[in-house]
């Protein structure tokens, strides 16, 4: 099948009423884009189609005789007007006339683009006067942005020419009015997805360095210049014809991604979900390894659209000062190489790039230029040749490189603007190989939201803020930072934190043996070599002890003080995982992560203090905790023997790991019910929920006779009502009362903030565990971009001392899950004492500690019916929520 005798068969249609041939030529043209989309050039295939559009609209245009209506044109306007076409994008129909249409022909008009709409075209149409459409396209910029780019596809050539002078006139939009509304419209598009194209599911459209970006430089062109070529730039002095043969091939590459997306979804679809990746990167010709495939496929996308952005910046910005005729208004001599021009650093003569030294000590000349904002085209360009002159050797072979890197390293006002620029254009890629390496890199996850290297280029700048006198958010840091003899330890060991990602091998050994070569190669002292080291090697610990541990265990603190070693080391750790947190994922920070890494900076500081003696710690904990729990329940008048009466059945370690405020709430509340009505003989259970007693979220506690199932019940509840628990802990009374805390936080991660939700989730849960032994109907759906992950579930065993076993679950975070968990513990008859549960993107990576009916750690059988049962019970589930 040829693109010839696809159009050669439209001619064999005779009648408008011939709706089953013309769908079958139609379909025929989508197979066509199919069978040719390996062996044919992108750029023929989106031409094509619409060649084949243009032939089939004009052909059943004259069926309906609407070709002998007089000064009637049918155009084609936006996307279609360029005469490009993806198999599934909207065809934009403008249908003109000079006058106000006659019945017969608005009814043989509208039966013409019902046909449309019946053979299954997506076609967006506007029938409208020559005066109508000139006063829409004056009042609204995307009208006046799709006529830019009308053509005629039949009809009347004069009433055409009439409606392109009149939308082009003198009352139509200026240039300059075209040029500030299409530039804003752009920084607004930009603003939407945070300034980056760096997403997981990125618009192929939309986004900043994609189509639309190579768009805006052509429309502004069109309405300029009257130049429907972008070659014709390169006469005008915009564009060099390297740039413009750059800016094609980045459009062929982002154009096949297109094309395939919508052969894969059967849609128009410009978002690169999940759902779609796999199969895309398999017809980019990627191969079939999926999720390899796919991060293959991620990293040629991101380096595309970072070219593109540069030269969408570069020519924009010129556009900008030539087209509002605007005039540098402010020039400033910053010295014989670099001058600012309306705070714009733009160089003064043609060679002041000369050597990779020479980018380098403009680097360093930024840092120290605080008035820099941004810079000038000429510099952009300059930048970008000079980047690809300088490719033979990574500028990391030459001694006065390394020299003027450490200098800048050393330099935290270079990790302001200076840092950017090294990082946007390509300057730390071309110095070390290990960074070339992670550029463009996808994780293909929910976990990362941004490439390996952006995540790092995120990381080095909220470590930067920790430093700055604007810094009010995060005062720990602030002072750690300041403090700081040789800020440069932090700043190298963030950038290699991740920069072995992607090899064979743990990331955080490669990097830090990396990071080691590095130190050597730059003279690095060998006490701050082994810090930068030890920090790269261990920057997961902190996140993993507080995430996944029971940080409130003395054992835990001291194998994790043990670790750490020192104060300094515990300063730069604390630093550095928090800002990593921040910078993988912008939904992961929230009051919960850190409250739990507060409170193991505090306890690990403290057994420090101690010598590394934490059950002291921990004793003082207690003691400390009880007194002040003490005075805040005398301010309530609660009576010291029932205080006493309650604290007696309880343990140290209740008190060591709940806070003065929630001890002393708890207290408040059970004893108010003992004196109402939970007595020995009521075997009802008390629910609270409590917005203000823990730093990082809600907290929920049930007490009461113990009964099984109680954590499931709960977990149940809380799914359903879109909550997810975070921590929780299950102490049981000398007496055999339960008390279950659990705290809880919004699904996204944000806290309940809402009172009237706080006091229904109470409700809900009260009315539930009155049905025993019954969990709630869970009716929430596995989220789309779940089902195309693969997560192996995965349990493992610990017995960590005589009378418990911790239980490490890795499995889909798919809903339900928390409940079907708690009725394998129920099933199999363990206890639960310890839940840790964390969501890392699709991966629930939780922590169990559990004990058997006699109270002690789990048997070998048992570790494994528990296994079983555990299995089982999440095979169900997915069965359940997964089609």
């Given at each position: 099948?040829?693109?010839?005798?696809?159009?050669?068969?439209?001619?064999?249609i005779?009648?408008?009423?011939?709706?089953?041939?013309?769908?079958?030529?139609?379909?025929?043209?989508?197979?066509?884009?199919t069978?040719?989309?390996?062996?044919?050039?992108v750029?023929?295939?989106?031409?094509?189609?619409?060649?084949?559009?243009?032939?089939?609209?004009?052909?059943?245009?004259?069926?309906?005789?609407?070709d002998?209506v007089?000064?009637?044109?049918?155009?084609?306007?936006?996307g279609?007007?360029?005469?490009?076409?993806q198999?599934?994008?909207?065809?934009d129909?403008?249908?003109?006339?000079?006058?106000?249409?006659?019945?017969d022909?608005?009814?043989?008009?509208?039966?013409?683009?019902?046909?449309?709409?019946?053979?299954k075209?997506?076609?967006?149409?506007?029938?409208?006067?020559?005066?109508?459409?000139?006063k829409?396209?004056?009042?609204d910029?995307?009208?006046?942005t799709?006529?830019?780019?009308?053509?005629?596809?039949?009809?009347?050539?004069?009433?055409?020419?009439k409606?392109?002078?009149?939308?082009?006139?003198r009352n139509?939009?200026?240039?300059k009015?075209?040029?500030s509304?299409?530039?804003?419209?752009?920084k607004?598009r930009?603003?939407?997805f945070?300034?980056?194209?760096?997403?997981?599911?990125?618009?192929i459209?939309?986004?900043?360095g994609?189509?639309?970006?190579?768009?805006?430089?052509?429309?502004?062109?069109?309405?300029?210049?009257?130049?429907?070529?972008g070659?014709n730039?390169?006469?005008?002095?915009?564009f060099?014809?390297?740039e413009?043969?750059?800016?094609?091939?980045?459009?062929?590459?982002?154009?096949?991604?297109?094309?395939?997306?919508h052969?894969?979804?059967?849609?128009?679809?410009?978002?690169?979900?999940?759902?779609?990746?796999?199969?895309?990167?398999?017809?980019?010709?990627?191969?079939?390894?999926?999720?390899?495939?796919?991060?293959?496929?991620?990293?040629?996308f991101?380096?595309?659209?970072?070219?593109?952005?540069?030269?969408?910046q570069?020519l924009?910005?010129?556009?900008?000062?030539?087209?509002?005729?605007?005039?540098?208004q402010?020039?400033?001599?910053?010295?014989?190489?670099?001058?600012l021009?309306?705070?714009?650093?733009?160089p003064?003569?043609?060679?002041?790039?000369?050597?990779?030294?020479?980018?380098?000590?403009?680097?360093?000349?930024?840092?120290?230029?605080p008035?820099?904002?941004?810079?000038?085209?000429?510099?952009?360009?300059?930048?970008?040749?000079?980047?690809?002159?300088?490719?033979?050797?990574?500028?990391?072979?030459?001694?006065?490189?390394?020299?003027?890197?450490?200098?800048l390293m050393?330099?935290?006002?270079?990790?302001?603007?200076a840092?950017?620029?090294?990082?946007?254009?390509?300057?730390?890629?071309?110095y070390?190989?290990?960074?070339?390496a992670?550029?463009?890199?996808?994780?293909?996850?929910?976990?990362?939201?941004?490439?390996v290297?952006?995540h790092?280029?995120?990381?080095v700048?909220?470590?930067?803020?920790f430093f700055?006198?604007?810094?009010?958010d995060?005062?720990r840091?602030?002072r750690?930072?300041?403090?700081?003899?040789?800020?440069?330890?932090?700043?190298i060991?963030?950038?290699?934190?991740?920069?072995?990602?992607?090899?064979?091998?743990?990331?955080?050994?490669?990097g830090?043996?990396?990071?080691a070569?590095?130190?050597?190669?730059?003279d690095?002292?060998?006490?701050?070599?082994?810090?930068?080291?030890?920090?790269?090697e261990?920057?997961?610990?902190m996140?993993v002890v507080?995430?996944?541990?029971?940080?409130?265990?003395?054992d835990?603190i001291?194998?994790?003080?043990g670790?750490?070693?020192?104060?300094?080391?515990?300063?730069?750790?604390?630093?550095?995982?928090?800002?990593?947190?921040?910078?993988?994922?912008d939904?992961?920070?929230?009051?919960?992560?850190?409250?739990?890494?507060?409170?193991?900076?505090?306890?690990?500081?403290?057994?420090?203090?101690?010598?590394?003696?934490?059950?002291?710690t921990?004793?003082?904990?207690?003691?400390?905790h009880?007194?002040?729990?003490?005075?805040?329940?005398?301010?309530?008048?609660?009576?010291?023997?029932a205080i006493?009466?309650?604290?007696?059945r309880?343990d140290?370690?209740?008190?060591?790991?709940?806070?003065?405020?929630?001890?002393?709430?708890?207290?408040?509340?059970i004893?108010?019910?003992?004196?109402?009505?939970?007595?020995?003989?009521?075997?009802?259970?008390l629910?609270?929920a409590?917005d203000?007693?823990?730093?990082?979220?809600?907290?929920?506690?049930?007490?009461?006779?113990?009964?099984?199932?109680?954590?499931?019940?709960?977990a149940?509840?809380?799914?359903?009502?879109?909550?997810?628990?975070?921590d929780?802990h299950?102490?049981?009374?000398?007496?055999?009362?339960?008390?279950?805390?659990?705290?809880?936080?919004?699904n996204?991660g944000?806290?309940?903030?809402?009172e009237?939700?706080?006091?229904s989730?109470?409700n809900?849960?009260?009315?539930?565990?009155?049905?025993?032994?019954?969990?709630?109907?869970?009716?929430?759906?596995?989220?789309?971009?779940?089902k195309q992950?693969?997560?192996?579930?995965?349990v493992?065993?610990?017995?960590?001392?005589?009378e418990a076993t911790l239980?490490?679950?890795?499995a889909l975070?798919?809903?339900?899950i928390?409940?079907?968990?708690?009725h394998?513990?129920v099933?199999?008859?363990?206890?639960?004492?310890?839940?840790?549960?964390?969501?890392?993107g699709?991966?629930?990576?939780?922590?169990?500690?559990v004990?058997?009916?006699?109270?002690?750690?789990?048997?070998?059988?048992?570790q494994?019916?528990?296994?079983?049962?555990?299995?089982?019970?999440?095979?169900?589930?997915?069965?359940i929520?997964?089609?």
């Amino acid at each position: 099948m040829t693109l010839q005798s696809l159009i050669k068969n439209i001619d064999t249609i005779n009648s408008v009423d011939e709706i089953p041939i013309i769908k079958l030529c139609v379909e025929s043209s989508y197979a066509w884009i199919t069978e040719s989309f390996d062996a044919t050039p992108v750029n023929q295939l989106v031409t094509g189609r619409a060649q084949f559009v243009d032939a089939l609209l004009c052909h059943l245009w004259q069926l309906y005789g609407l070709d002998t209506v007089d000064e009637l044109s049918l155009c084609a306007v936006g996307g279609y007007g360029r005469g490009h076409l993806q198999p599934h994008s909207d065809i934009d129909l403008l249908i003109v006339s000079r006058k106000k249409l006659k019945p017969d022909v608005q009814e043989k008009i509208g039966m013409f683009i019902t046909l449309l709409w019946d053979i299954k075209l997506d076609v967006g149409q506007s029938v409208r006067t020559i005066k109508e459409t000139v006063k829409l396209a004056k009042d609204d910029i995307t009208i006046a942005t799709n006529l830019v780019e009308s053509r005629l596809l039949c009809g009347s050539e004069a009433t055409f020419d009439k409606l392109w002078d009149e939308v082009n006139g003198r009352n139509s939009w200026s240039s300059k009015a075209f040029f500030s509304a299409k530039y804003d419209e752009q920084k607004k598009r930009h603003a939407k997805f945070n300034g980056t194209a760096y997403n997981l599911e990125p618009n192929i459209k939309e986004n900043p360095g994609c189509l639309r970006d190579i768009q805006s430089i052509g429309w502004v062109a069109k309405k300029h210049f009257k130049e429907y070529d972008g070659w014709n730039l390169v006469g005008h002095g915009y564009f060099t014809e390297q740039e413009h043969s750059e800016l094609i091939a980045c459009r062929m590459h982002l154009w096949k991604m297109r094309c395939a997306l919508h052969l894969v979804a059967g849609r128009s679809e410009n978002r690169l979900l999940f759902d779609y990746q796999p199969d895309v990167a398999k017809m980019m010709g990627y191969g079939e390894e999926g999720k390899a495939s796919v991060e293959k496929m991620m990293r040629d996308f991101f380096r595309t659209v970072a070219r593109v952005s540069e030269l969408n910046q570069m020519l924009l910005q010129r556009f900008k000062y030539d087209m509002l005729n605007q005039s540098v208004q402010k020039s400033v001599i910053i010295n014989e190489d670099f001058e600012l021009l309306d705070n714009m650093i733009s160089p003064r003569h043609e060679t002041v790039f000369s050597s990779p030294e020479a980018i380098l000590d403009f680097l360093h000349l930024v840092a120290n230029t605080p008035e820099v904002q941004g810079l000038s085209t000429i510099c952009i360009r300059q930048l970008r040749n000079a980047h690809r002159a300088f490719e033979a050797e990574y500028y990391v072979e030459r001694p006065l490189c390394r020299e003027k890197f450490m200098r800048l390293m050393k330099q935290p006002e270079f990790f302001d603007f200076a840092w950017d620029i090294m990082h946007q254009y390509g300057i730390l890629q071309a110095y070390l190989p290990e960074w070339d390496a992670i550029v463009g890199m996808m994780q293909f996850d929910l976990f990362h939201a941004y490439t390996v290297d952006e995540h790092t280029h995120r990381l080095v700048k909220h470590v930067n803020y920790f430093f700055s006198k604007e810094n009010k958010d995060f005062p720990r840091c602030g002072r750690i930072c300041k403090n700081l003899d040789k800020p440069e330890i932090l700043y190298i060991a963030a950038i290699f934190h991740d920069i072995a990602k992607g090899r064979n091998g743990d990331h955080s050994t490669l990097g830090a043996q990396d990071v080691a070569k590095f130190c050597q190669q730059h003279d690095v002292p060998s006490d701050d070599a082994e810090m930068i080291a030890w920090l790269v090697e261990n920057h997961l610990l902190m996140s993993v002890v507080a995430q996944r541990r029971d940080i409130y265990d003395p054992d835990v603190i001291s194998e994790f003080a043990g670790a750490v070693r020192s104060h300094n080391h515990l300063n730069l750790l604390y630093t550095l995982t928090l800002a990593d947190i921040r910078a993988t994922n912008d939904n992961l920070w929230n009051d919960w992560k850190a409250s739990l890494l507060r409170e193991l900076y505090l306890m690990t500081q403290k057994a420090l203090d101690n010598g590394l003696q934490c059950q002291v710690t921990l004793n003082e904990r207690v003691t400390t905790h009880k007194h002040q729990a003490r005075q805040i329940l005398q301010e309530r008048a609660i009576e010291p023997v029932a205080i006493d009466a309650l604290w007696a059945r309880l343990d140290d370690d209740y008190f060591v790991r709940f806070k003065p405020t929630q001890i002393a709430w708890h207290t408040d509340e059970i004893i108010k019910a003992q004196n109402e009505w939970l007595t020995p003989e009521h075997d009802g259970l008390l629910v609270k929920a409590n917005d203000n007693s823990a730093k990082g979220g809600t907290e929920v506690f049930v007490y009461g006779k113990d009964r099984k199932a109680l954590f499931a019940q709960v977990a149940s509840v809380l799914d359903s009502r879109n909550c997810s628990i975070h921590d929780a802990h299950v102490t049981v009374t000398r007496d055999g009362y339960v008390f279950d805390s659990m705290l809880i936080l919004e699904n996204d991660g944000s806290r309940i903030s809402s009172e009237s939700r706080i006091a229904s989730i109470e409700n809900a849960i009260s009315a539930q565990l009155e049905k025993p032994g019954r969990s709630h109907e869970n009716k929430r759906k596995l989220p789309r971009q779940m089902k195309q992950l693969d997560v192996p579930t995965k349990v493992r065993f610990f017995n960590i001392n005589d009378e418990a076993t911790l239980i490490e679950l890795e499995a889909l975070d798919a809903p339900g899950i928390l409940a079907k968990i708690g009725h394998a513990f129920v099933d199999t008859n363990m206890t639960l004492k310890l839940a840790k549960i964390a969501t890392i993107g699709e991966r629930a990576e939780d922590i169990f500690i559990v004990s058997n009916e006699a109270g002690k750690a789990l048997t070998q059988e048992q570790q494994v019916n528990l296994k079983k049962r555990i299995l089982f019970k999440l095979d169900q589930l997915e069965d359940i929520t997964i089609p």
